[in-house]
C-alpha cells in the first residue's frame, strides 16, 4: 500500500466549539477541508498515533460514511496500528465513549454534529474523544486547532479499499507493519455495560407489568438517529416494551427532516403523543444520543436540572451505585442548583464547572464525581466519560421500580422535601455573530461596574436587587488549568440569577442562550408553572441585557 503526501492549504476556523468541530456539510466538502482537520487531530495526538487504537463511529448523519472512508485511509497512513469502527459507521456518542474504556484505546473520533439538523443542507461534525473515553480536554483541541492553521499536506493511502458493512477484522500490510480494522456491532458491548449497571429484571417487569400491576407504558422516540437499534435491542428485546413503544428507530441520514433536539419544541410530536394519558413515561434522544429529555403522563415536563436532582437523591435504586458507592455531585454552571441542595443533605462535594461534558472528566478519572448533569438535556454518571440518554432512561426507570410511584409524583415529592428551584432557557438561534457579541460585551461591562451592586429592578410586583456580577472562570482542581468567560451571571439578594452565554454548538451565526432561575422554600409556592413563575426574572434580563435592540427579536426560539 502506498502512502502518499498530498499538498494543502490551511482552512481558517478550524477550531472545535463546546464539543468539536460543527460546520455545514458543504463546509466539510470543500477540498482537503476534512482532511485537513483529521490530519490535524492525528498530529496533534502524537506521538500516540503512531501504533495506537482508535474507535471511529458517528450517528449516521449524511457524509458519515465517506468521513469513516477518509478516516481509515489517512489513519493508516499515519502509522496508526488499529481501528475499531462501528458497523455501517453507526456508534453512539456514549457508545463511543463505553468501547474506548472497554478496549483500552488511545481514542476515538465521533462523527456528529449532535442536536444539529443532518442531510447534505445542514451540518456535520467531528471531534475528538481521548482514551478515558471523554471529549479531548481545551489542552487537546488548542492543539488541533494550532495545527489546523500551519498544515501544509496530509497523508493518505487512496488505494486502501476497507467495507464497513460487515463485521469482522480486515488487515492490511503499510510500510511492512500490520493495519488493521476491526467493524463492530454498535450495539452489543454498550448492552453489556448497561446491564451490568441496571437491574434489568426489576425494569422488565415495571414495563410487562406483574402481580396485579398493569404494564408500565412507556414510549421512546429517537427521532430517527443513532439511538434507534440500541432502543430497539435494549426496551424492546431486552426489557419488553411491545415494538410499537419505540419510533423514529432507523438511523436516517438527515433524520428524516427532523431536528434532532429533544426539547419540548423539537420533539413536539412526542409531547403530544403523551397529552392523552395513554403512556407513564416518554422519551427522546438527540441524533448522537447522548441527550435525554424525559415526560411523564400527560407530558409532565421534568426540566434537566430536576431530573439530576432527582436522580442524585435516589442513587441507592441503582445497583452500580449500591456496587461502587456514591462519591461527589456536580453540574454545569448554568445548570439549576437543584442538586445542589440534595449533596448538601446527602453530604457529597458538589462541582459547577463550565458548560461542557469535557470538564467531569477530570473529576471522574480521580474518583470524585459520580452523577453529573447539564441543563442543556445533558445526564449521566462516571459509568463512561460521555453523557448517556439511554443511561437516563434506564436509571428513571429504576427508581419508578423501586419507589413504585409516577414520574409526577417522584418529583411533586422531591419539591416538597427540598423546596423548587424553578429554571427556564430561551434561545436565540440563528441570531448575527456581531451584534450578539457586542450585546455580550455591553452586559458584562454594565454588570460587573461596581456602581450597580445594590441597585434595585422591578417587573410587576417583584423586586430583585443585583447583589453580584461576574463572567464565570473556572479553575479545574485536578489540571488547574482555568477557563475564562463561560457565561455573564447576574445573581440577586433573593438568590434568583440569570445567565447569558452564547452557545458554542452552532455551526454557523450565533445563538444566545438566557438561563434564568429562582428558588422557592418546599413550605412556599412550588407548584406554579416555571415559566409564570420566572417571567418578571426574565423581564429584568432582557432590560438589563437591551436583547431586543442588539438582536432585533422579540421572542426567542426555542423555550425550556
Ligand atoms: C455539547 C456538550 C454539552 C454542552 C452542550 C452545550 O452538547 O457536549 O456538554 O452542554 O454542548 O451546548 P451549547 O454550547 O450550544 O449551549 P452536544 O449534545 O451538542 O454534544
Given amino acids: 500500500m502506498n502512502i502518499v503526501q498530498i499538498e494543502t ?86 457508545a463511543v465513549s463505553c468501547i474506548i474504556r472497554k478496549y483500552k484505546a488511545t481514542g476515538g473520533i465521533v462523527l456528529t454534529a449532535s442536536h444539529n439538523p443532518g442531510g447534505p443542507n445542514n451540518d456535520f461534525g467531528i471531534k475528538y474523544n481521548t482514551s478515558n473515553g471523554g471529549p479531548a480536554p481545551e489542552s487537546v483541541t488548542n492543539a488541533i486547532y494550532e495545527l489546523s492553521k500551519t498544515i501544509t499536506s496530509y497523508k493518505i493511502i487512496p488505494d486502501l479499499k476497507c467495507s464497513i458493512d460487515y463485521c469482522g477484522h480486515q ?104 397529552q392523552n394519558g395513554t403512556y407513564d413515561l416518554g422519551a427522546a434522544f438527540d441524533g448522537d444520543g447522548d441527550r435525554n429529555m424525559i415526560l411523564g403522563k400527560k407530558a409532565f415536563f421534568i426540566n434537566p436540572s430536576d431530573s439530576l436532582a432527582v436522580l442524585a437523591n435516589n442513587l441507592d435504586c441503582i445497583p452500580y451505585f449500591i456496587k461502587n458507592g456514591v462519591k461527589g455531585f456536580a453540574r454545569s454552571m448554568p445548570t439549576g442548583a437543584a442538586i445542589d441542595r440534595v449533596a448538601a443533605k446527602l453530604g457529597k462535594e458538589l462541582f459547577e464547572v463550565p458548560t461542557g461534558w469535557k470538564f467531569f472528566g477530570n473529576l471522574m478519572d480521580v474518583g470524585r464525581l459520580s452523577l453529573c448533569g447539564e441543563e442543556s438535556f445533558g445526564t449521566g454518571s462516571d459509568h463512561i466519560r460521555e453523557k448517556d440518554g439511554i443511561w437516563a432512561v434506564l436509571a428513571w426507570l429504576s427508581v419508578i421500580a423501586n419507589v413504585n410511584e409516577s414520574v409526577e409524583t417522584i418529583l411533586t ?79 440577586f439578594e433573593d438568590g434568583s440569577r440569570f445567565v447569558f452565554r452564547l452557545s458554542g454548538t452552532g455551526s454557523s451565526g450565533a445563538t444566545i442562550r438566557l438561563y434564568a432561575e429562582s428558588y422557592e422554600p418546599p413550605s412556599s409556592n412550588i407548584l406554579e408553572d416555571a415559566q409564570v413563575a420566572l417571567k418578571p426574572l426574565v423581564q429584568i434580563a432582557l432590560e438589563i441585557s437591551k436583547l431586543p435592540q442588539f438582536t432585533g427579536r422579540n421572542a426567542p426560539t426555542v423555550i425550556t
Fill in 413 to 491: 415529592k422531591h419539591w416538597k422535601t427540598f423546596g423548587r428551584n424553578y429554571f427556564t432557557r430561551y434561545d436565540y438561534e440563528n441570531c448575527e455573530s456581531e451584534p450578539c457579541n457586542q450585546m455580550m460585551v455591553d452586559l458584562e461591562k454594565n454588570v460587573t461596574d461596581p456602581s450597580v451592586i445594590g441597585q434595585k429592578f422591578t417587573s410587576g410586583q417583584k423586586v430583585y436587587i443585583l447583589k453580584q456580577a461576574d463572567n464565570f472562570e473556572y479553575c479545574d482542581p485536578i489540571d488547574k488549568s482555568v477557563t475564562i468567560k463561560q457565561g455573564i451571571r447576574v445573581l
Fill in 171 to 274: 488487515y492490511f500490510k503499510v510500510d511492512d507493519k500490520e493495519f488493521e480494522v476491526e467493524v463492530i456491532d454498535p450495539v452489543s458491548d454498550y448492552l453489556q455495560l448497561m446491564k451490568s449497571i441496571f437491574d434489568f429484571d426489576a425494569i422488565r417487569k415495571l414495563i410487562k407489568g406483574s402481580d396485579n400491576k398493569p404494564p408500565f407504558n412507556i414510549l421512546i422516540d429517537s427521532m430517527n438517529g443513532v439511538t434507534g437499534p440500541y432502543v430497539k435491542k435494549i426496551f424492546i428485546d431486552e426489557l419488553g416494551a411491545p415494538s410499537n413503544n419505540a419510533v423514529n428507530i432507523i438511523p436516517l441520514s438527515d433524520f428524516g427532516g427532523l431536528h434532532p433536539d429533544p426539547n419540548l419544541t423539537y420533539a413536539d410530536a412526542l409531547v403530544k403523543a403523551l
Fill in 9 to 94: 492549504k490551511p482552512y481558517d476556523g478550524q477550531k472545535p466549539g463546546t464539543s468539536g468541530l460543527r460546520k455545514a456539510v458543504k463546509v466539510f466538502q470543500q477540498q482537503n477541508y476534512t482532511e485537513n482537520f483529521v490530519q490535524a487531530i492525528l498530529s496533534a495526538v502524537q506521538p500516540s498515533a503512531v501504533g495506537s487504537t482508535l474507535v471511529v463511529g458517528g450517528d449516521g448523519r449524511y457524509y458519515g460514511p465517506e468521513v469513516v472512508d477518509l478516516i481509515i485511509k489517512i489513519a493508516a497512513a499515519n502509522g496508526v496500528k488499529k481501528l475499531i469502527v462501528g458497523l455501517k459507521s453507526i456508534l453512539s456518542t456514549p
